[in-house]
């Protein structure tokens, strides 16, 4: 299985949006302690209820981190309701890989810290 | 040169590196279990009729191995359960409502399989209990020198593994049983990970009771084995009621069986059972001190093989420790580590290990676990190192990268 082709271990080894962002509309965290994961996401929502700035901050395995990366940019540019309504099989199409069960939860959990995005922790 | 015994090991050419998690079969173990099925069964201690008769002597001669394999002094001593878990499940209930009073602490190793805790977190929320744990040494080792402070006289249940699941600490069960008994604690023995690996003999150690399950010394899942002494079985209330553990009942109220029955409701895992005492009848005819030892040459060559590559950290290693070793690298996540293993026909474990304290005080997430059994090979031990330097290899920081916003 090429789990590990070059755009998961390149997000890996240099995620997107690494770092939370000053003047966020909404910060979320989400925790997996099965394994320790743990992504907190920052979104800026501008004066035309689109998503212009995100950061985010954590760290996990190569898969849960190739989703964080791949989902901070990938929102830009959405409105609120469309993050928050987010589903699998978006983050499936981004990471474009084969996942198992056990490795399914890696790659939900960004989705999950960004689809309660404005849920207070 | 044991391989050959384990069909599960020639049809897929796996290297089982994860024994602590559960253990492969051998052959005789499967026939004795078919063989049951084919020819015997039928339900114990009821029929009249010959395959009832039969069945019941299979199942009471089972029971009769267990005894003499832990030395136990009666087989009135030998509980069969679905396992470890539920045979501390059983002592939480039984045993706690007959000692734990509120204001009582039961006394633990902060490092215990979630099985060895939460049933006592359980008791201690119904009894007004507290949970009281021994110090660990920065080797991850009990600590002898506090070890009898942690002995007040509101103690009164000890419940410790033999061998830690995570670390594979062999844990001084010997010298804690003799501190605990000057002061009347009953102690309770998890050996999950020590029994049909290392010799136990429960008149040697005098444990109070001992635990431990089946597939994990290659008897069927389901099945395990509860060890008590007999006057602390004879003053406990059943756990579970129902047929066979009762004498005469009314519909008010019942009387219970001798043991060991008053603690074996139901139908019991009949073809478990006898495939247990064929695991049992298998590993003593290689000889346990034999598959001891075995095991531990597999062990240190692990673990030296381990210490060899610098881009892993061992976690729990001191000084003895038998078959299990954890592991973390820095550059890449257990699942991972796991992931690129699984690639390799490798099998380990990764996560918490049902250990999150322990966990916590290493200070990690979750390790990776590898652990042998004496029928690895070396060339097993070899898989798993070149795996990781492939591991190592995929994960590294490679020169030519382009600098980016973020990172690590």
Same mark, same amino acid.
């Given at each position: 299985?090429?789990?590990?082709?070059?755009? @998961?271990?390149?997000?890996?080894?240099?995620?997107?949006?690494?770092?939370?962002?000053?003047?966020?509309?909404?910060? !979320?965290?989400?925790? =997996?302690?099965?394994?320790?994961?743990?992504?907190?996401?920052?979104?800026?929502?501008?004066?035309?209820?689109?998503?212009?700035?995100?950061?985010?901050?954590?760290?996990?395995?190569?898969?849960?981190?190739?989703?964080?990366?791949?989902?901070?940019?990938? @929102?830009?540019?959405?409105?609120?309701?469309?993050?928050?309504?987010?589903?699998?099989?978006?983050?499936?199409?981004?990471?474009?890989?084969?996942?198992?069960?056990? !490795?399914?939860?890696?790659?939900?959990?960004?989705?999950?810290?960004?689809? !309660?995005? =404005?849920?207070?922790? | 040169?044991?391989?050959?015994?384990?069909?599960?090991?020639?049809?897929?050419?796996?290297?089982?590196?994860?024994?602590? *998690?559960?253990?492969?079969?051998?052959?005789?173990?499967?026939?004795?279990?078919?063989?049951?099925? %084919?020819?015997?069964?039928?339900?114990? #201690?009821?029929?009249?009729?010959?395959?009832?008769?039969?069945? %019941?002597?299979?199942?009471?001669?089972?029971?009769?191995?267990?005894?003499?394999?832990?030395?136990?002094?009666?087989?009135? $001593?030998?509980?069969?359960?679905?396992?470890?878990?539920?045979?501390?499940? /059983?002592?939480?209930?039984?045993?706690?409502? /007959?000692?734990?009073?509120?204001?009582? &602490?039961?006394?633990?190793?902060? +490092? $215990?399989?979630?099985?060895?805790?939460?049933?006592?977190?359980?008791?201690?929320?119904?009894?007004?209990?507290?949970?009281?744990?021994?110090?660990?040494?920065?080797?991850?080792?009990?600590?002898?020198?506090?070890?009898?402070?942690?002995?007040?006289?509101?103690?009164?249940?000890?419940?410790? *593994?033999?061998?830690?699941?995570?670390?594979?600490?062999?844990?001084?069960?010997?010298?804690?049983?003799?501190?605990?008994?000057?002061?009347?604690?009953?102690?309770?023995?998890?050996?999950?990970?020590?029994?049909? #690996?290392?010799?136990?003999?429960?008149?040697?150690?005098?444990?109070?009771?001992?635990?431990?399950?089946?597939?994990?010394?290659?008897?069927?899942?389901?099945?395990?084995?509860?060890?008590?002494?007999?006057?602390?079985?004879?003053?406990? &209330?059943?756990?579970?009621?129902?047929?066979?553990?009762?004498?005469?009942?009314?519909?008010?109220? *019942?009387?219970?069986?001798?043991?060991?029955?008053?603690?074996?409701?139901?139908?019991?895992?009949?073809?478990?059972?006898?495939?247990?005492?064929?695991?049992?009848?298998?590993?003593?005819?290689?000889?346990?001190?034999?598959?001891?030892?075995? %095991?531990?040459?597999?062990?240190?060559?692990?673990? %030296?093989?381990?210490?060899?590559?610098?881009?892993?950290? /061992?976690?729990?290693?001191?000084?003895?420790?038998?078959?299990?070793?954890?592991?973390?690298?820095?550059?890449?996540?257990?699942?991972?580590?796991?992931?690129?293993?699984? &690639?390799?026909?490798?099998?380990?474990?990764?996560?918490?290990?049902?250990?999150?304290?322990? +966990?916590?005080?290493?200070?990690?997430?979750?390790?990776?676990?590898?652990?042998?059994?004496?029928?690895? &090979?070396?060339?097993?031990?070899?898989?798993?190192?070149?795996?990781?330097?492939?591991?190592?290899?995929?994960?590294?920081? #490679?020169?030519?990268?382009?600098?980016?916003?973020?990172?690590?």
């Amino acid at each position: 299985m090429d789990l590990y082709q070059e755009q @998961i271990l390149e997000h890996y080894k240099h995620p997107q949006n690494f770092g939370l962002i000053k003047n966020a509309t909404y910060t !979320r965290k989400e925790l =997996n302690p099965t394994c320790g994961d743990s992504f907190t996401f920052s979104i800026h929502i501008n004066d035309k209820g689109v998503v212009d700035e995100v950061g985010f901050a954590g760290e996990g395995c190569a898969v849960s981190t190739a989703s964080a990366s791949l989902l901070s940019e990938a @929102i830009k540019g959405k409105t609120l309701p469309e993050v928050l309504n987010l589903k699998t099989e978006f983050i499936l199409e981004l990471l474009h890989i084969e996942l198992g069960p056990a !490795r399914l939860k890696c790659a939900l959990l960004p989705l999950q810290a960004v689809t !309660r995005i =404005n849920q207070s922790s | 040169m044991y391989k050959s015994d384990f069909p599960l090991l020639q049809y897929t050419n796996v290297a089982w590196l994860d024994n602590a *998690a559960t253990t492969q079969k051998p052959q005789v173990v499967l026939d004795k279990m078919t063989e049951f099925y %084919t020819h015997y069964n039928a339900n114990v #201690h009821r029929g009249l009729y010959t395959l009832s008769v039969q069945a %019941t002597a299979l199942y009471e001669s089972a029971r009769g191995t267990v005894q003499a394999f832990i030395h136990a002094g009666a087989p009135e $001593e030998i509980i069969f359960t679905s396992g470890t878990t539920a045979g501390i499940n /059983l002592l939480a209930t039984s045993l706690g409502e /007959l000692l734990i009073k509120p204001g009582d &602490e039961i006394l633990l190793s902060p +490092m $215990e399989h979630h099985s060895n805790l939460v049933p006592w977190q359980l008791l201690a929320k119904r009894k007004q209990a507290k949970l009281t744990f021994f110090d660990l040494t920065s080797d991850t080792e009990i600590d002898l020198n506090t070890l009898a402070g942690k002995i007040t006289d509101r103690v009164k249940i000890i419940s410790l *593994a033999h061998i830690s699941n995570a670390a594979g600490t062999v844990h001084p069960i010997k010298q804690i049983i003799e501190l605990a008994h000057k002061n009347h604690i009953p102690v309770i023995i998890d050996g999950a990970q020590s029994v049909g #690996h290392v010799p136990v003999n429960v008149q040697e150690l005098d444990c109070d009771f001992l635990v431990w399950s089946g597939h994990k010394m290659c008897g069927p899942t389901g099945t395990g084995v509860l060890y008590g002494k007999k006057r602390w079985l004879e003053q406990m &209330e059943p756990w579970q009621g129902g047929g066979d553990m009762i004498k005469e009942v009314t519909l008010e109220q *019942a009387t219970w069986n001798e043991l060991p029955y008053k603690f074996e409701a139901g139908t019991p895992n009949i073809a478990g059972v006898i495939g247990l005492a064929a695991a049992i009848e298998y590993l003593e005819k290689i000889g346990i001190k034999k598959i001891e030892r075995v %095991t531990s040459e597999r062990y240190h060559y692990l673990l %030296t093989s381990l210490q060899q590559l610098d881009f892993i950290k /061992l976690h729990g290693v001191n000084k003895i420790n038998h078959g299990i070793v954890s592991f973390t690298m820095d550059i890449a996540h257990p699942h991972d580590i796991a992931q690129i293993l699984d &690639e390799h026909n490798v099998a380990v474990r990764a996560g918490h290990h049902c250990c999150q304290p322990l +966990m916590h005080i290493w200070q990690v997430p979750a390790t990776t676990r590898a652990s042998v059994y004496f029928y690895n &090979e070396p060339e097993d031990i070899d898989k798993l190192i070149n795996g990781l330097k492939k591991v190592y290899d995929t994960f590294r920081p #490679h020169p030519e990268s382009l600098p980016c916003k973020g990172g690590r």
